[in-house]
């Protein structure tokens, strides 16, 4: 079944549309993929999404419109995929959306929210949507994140020692072999705050790592942050930008020394990187196969490995699924196995009761057909990524 997985990370910059084959076959699921295109949201939208979430204030009916206009880029975004990378075949689109509200209190999240009406992705490419996925997850007492966690411990299995994944995004999170995962706290949002409020929102990020390779990090800074409860919380846990934005980093920064702009990102980019290696140390991984933007920046990569001393940090890339993409192929996974009737959770994972077949379906054009499920109803142990056969063995 050829799926596009369409995914908007808590960073907002855009949309990646990922396109796969996906082969079920006993408990060996093959993803073969057929490539990626990435859209930025324009300039107007992106400023109008980041003007309504947390902590600004925001009304129902900027939420209805935000709400449209991403259900449009994304369509959009699809229907570009099916064309250039399906030949107009794909059977089916996989849409995370962009999530806005992550509602935690006392450790337990009530509620989530993710928009982009997948009806224009279903109008606009005729094809059936999956979407909304994480509700389900917490219906069932869950996190509702990491929601890529059982995709990870399929992809990773056969591999030796104790591999965990890392997704490197707005907000960090980490999937250990025993199915243990959680939000390890920022990778790139308070790095982002900083350098968008510095720049005057000139720049939107640290581009290369330079503004940290430049700077020096500030021992007290770095021990003030480290502070945060929410590190010290048990897993599953989950966060966001409800939790890490600049107001949060302003009151951290109250009566503290004013620091170059190169020492306050070389800081934050470091308190990603000790909390990631923390969280590392906690699941024993051996190895960390990472992914995500934050990837792309040396000198957090440098500052992880230097963190994490002597235990391998490898790509995606090498392994088949291209680092920039690996959240939008989960996402295809996922709603390949809502439409087949199968679980998409680990309870190790989120903390719910029990698994749960996510999502809800926006029908297609000719309504949704729906494939035969596996006569066991169980779903599949191993993910193998065509032409890398370590997830197989």
Not at 172 to 179: E, R
Not at 206 to 212: S, Y
Not at 253 to 273: C, F, N, Q, Y
Request: some cysteine.
């Amino acid at each position: 079944m050829r799926v596009i997985g369409l995914m908007s990370g808590t960073s907002y910059d855009a949309i990646d549309a990922a396109a796969a084959d996906l082969t079920l076959d006993g408990d060996r699921l093959t993803l073969s993929p057929l490539g990626l295109i990435s859209r930025g949201y324009d300039e107007g939208l992106r400023a109008d999404l980041a003007a309504a979430l947390p902590p600004s204030a925001t009304t129902l009916a900027e939420v209805c419109r935000l709400d449209t206009r991403i259900g449009r880029a994304f369509a959009a975004a699809a229907v570009e995929a099916d064309r250039e990378l399906c030949d107009g075949q794909a059977e089916l689109v996989a849409s995370h959306g962009q999530t806005v509200y992550h509602w935690v209190a006392d450790g337990q999240v009530h509620g989530t929210l993710q928009i982009g009406q997948p009806a224009w992705i279903a109008e606009a490419t005729g094809l059936p949507v999956v979407a909304d996925f994480r509700p389900r997850d917490i219906a069932a007492g869950g996190q509702g994140a990491p929601l890529v966690s059982l995709v990870d411990r399929m992809w990773l299995r056969g591999r030796p020692g104790t591999p965990a994944a890392l997704n490197l995004g707005g907000i960090a999170n980490i999937t250990a072999a025993d199915g243990t995962a959680f939000d390890t706290g920022p990778a790139n949002a308070l790095v982002d705050a900083a350098v968008r409020a510095a720049t005057d929102g000139r720049l939107g990020y640290d581009l290369d790592g330079e503004l940290a390779a430049r700077g020096r990090v500030d021992d007290g800074l770095l021990a003030r942050l480290l502070a945060e409860p929410y590190y010290a919380l048990p897993a599953p846990k989950t966060t966001g930008k409800e939790l890490f934005h600049l107001p949060y980093l302003q009151a951290a920064l109250a009566g503290h020394e004013k620091l170059p702009t190169e020492d306050l990102v070389a800081t934050l980019t470091r308190l990603t990187a000790r909390t990631v290696a923390d969280a590392v140390r906690s699941v024993g991984a051996s190895e960390v196969i990472a992914s995500g933007g934050g990837t792309r920046n040396p000198a957090l990569m440098a500052a992880l490995r230097a963190e994490l001393g002597g235990v391998p940090v490898r790509t995606s890339d090498e392994l088949g699924l291209p680092s920039a993409a690996k959240e939008a192929y989960a996402f295809a996974v996922l709603g390949f196995l809502t439409l087949h009737g199968l679980p998409g959770t680990v309870p190790t994972s989120t903390g719910a009761r029990h698994p749960s077949v996510l999502g809800s379906i926006t029908p297609g054009r000719r309504g949704t057909v729906w494939p035969e499920p596996p006569e066991s109803g169980v779903g599949p142990a191993r993910l193998v990524v065509n032409g890398h056969g370590h997830g197989g063995r």
